[in-house]
């Protein structure tokens, strides 16, 4: 039905940047009978719950976790079902598998779906 793979994850020093791409795929997104409602990008670090780092709802605009306002960009290009995290300045706290999510809605019901995950280390 949708894959989603992830890439960009990998190791860098604190202060670096890296820039996460998520590829989605699959028979929804043919014959317009579904709607992308959100996509987002999810971190979760060993220990820790998963947690939202920046989203794009279907309403419009975005939404930054606090942690990563500033220094943090989600973007798009929905004709091409990508979806893109920029992330500069990257501190040690900010080390965490990186997941993608996407919302699709058809039929009048909400499909959701994750990729696999990307790992991001920061060193200090």
């Known amino acids: 039905q949708v894959q989603l793979v992830e890439s960009g994850g990998g190791l860098v020093q604190a202060g670096g940047s890296l820039r996460l791409s998520c590829a989605a795929s699959?028979?929804?997104?043919?014959?317009?009978?579904?709607?992308?409602?959100?996509m987002a990008w999810y971190r979760q670090a060993p220990g820790r719950q998963r947690e939202l780092v920046a989203s794009?709802?279907?309403?419009?605009?975005?939404h930054y976790a606090d942690s990563v306002k500033g220094r943090f960009t989600i973007s798009s290009v929905n004709a091409k079902n990508m979806l893109y995290l920029q992330m500069d300045d990257l501190q040690p706290e900010d080390t965490a598998v990186y997941y993608c999510?996407?919302?699709?809605w058809g039929g009048g019901y909400d499909y959701d779906y994750w990729g696999q995950g990307t790992q991001v280390t920061v060193s200090s």
């Open positions: 999510y996407f919302v699709l």
């Open positions: 699959g028979s929804f997104f043919e014959g317009g009978l579904f709607s992308v409602n959100n």
């Open positions: 794009i709802p279907s309403s419009g605009g975005t």
